[in-house]
């Protein structure tokens, strides 16, 4: 009976053992294929079409219409806006951390310099300009109603057609 009760104490330490192995950051543990890495995104999203749309001059609400609303905002330094994007994948192996961040400067409220790993793309002629497209869906064609409407034309109590 002792022998039984050791050999399951043995083996529930050693299961418990494996499931907070799990939990550890060493890098052997880090490299089984089984433990789950998640991806981890901290800060605003900036995106190179979000950043071509600032002009030098726009407004903070304007700004923040686009951007949204900083990740950093220093008290003493409230002309200074700061967006920060960081990306760390939890995939094995690879090492495609990205980091992005936009920097704004403010002079009496409008946008004075556009600092960061982003900039603003220079607008050239080949920039399509908007238009606006009209399209026009013709009427659709019933094929005699629905269901219930057939049953009882089916019937005889309604129109013939």
Same mark, same amino acid.
């Given at each position: ?5 050791? @050999? ?5 330490? !050693?299961?418990? #053992? ?5 939990? #550890? =950051?060493? *890098?052997?543990? #880090? ?7 998640? $991806?981890?995104?901290?800060?605003? +999203?900036?995106?190179? $079409?979000? +950043? ?6 726009? !407004? @903070? ?22 967006? +920060?994007?960081?990306?760390? *994948?939890? =995939?094995?192996? @690879?090492?495609?951390?990205?980091? %992005? ?8 409220? @409008? ?5 960061? !790993?982003?900039?603003?793309?220079? %607008? ?12 026009? +869906?013709?009427? %659709?064609?019933? $094929? ?18």
């Amino acid at each position: 009976m002792w022998f039984l009760m050791r @050999k399951l104490l043995i083996l529930i330490s !050693t299961i418990a #053992s494996l499931f907070l192995a799990g939990c #550890s =950051s060493d *890098p052997v543990v #880090s490299r089984l294929p089984f433990v789950y890495h998640i $991806d981890i995104q901290q800060g605003n +999203v900036i995106t190179q $079409d979000m +950043v071509n749309q600032l002009r030098l001059g726009m !407004t @903070k609400r304007q700004v923040q219409f686009i951007l949204g609303a900083p990740l950093l905002t220093d008290p003493f330094h409230a002309q200074r806006w700061d967006y +920060v994007y960081l990306y760390n *994948p939890g =995939s094995h192996g @690879k090492n495609d951390t990205a980091e %992005q961040h936009v920097t704004l400067l403010f002079e009496d409220d @409008k946008v004075a310099a556009i600092n960061g !790993t982003l900039q603003p793309e220079p %607008q050239g002629e080949a920039a399509p300009a908007n238009r606006q497209i009209t399209v026009v +869906v013709p009427p %659709q064609e019933r $094929d005699g109603g629905g269901l219930l409407s057939r049953f009882w034309r089916w019937l005889g109590f309604g129109r013939a057609s």
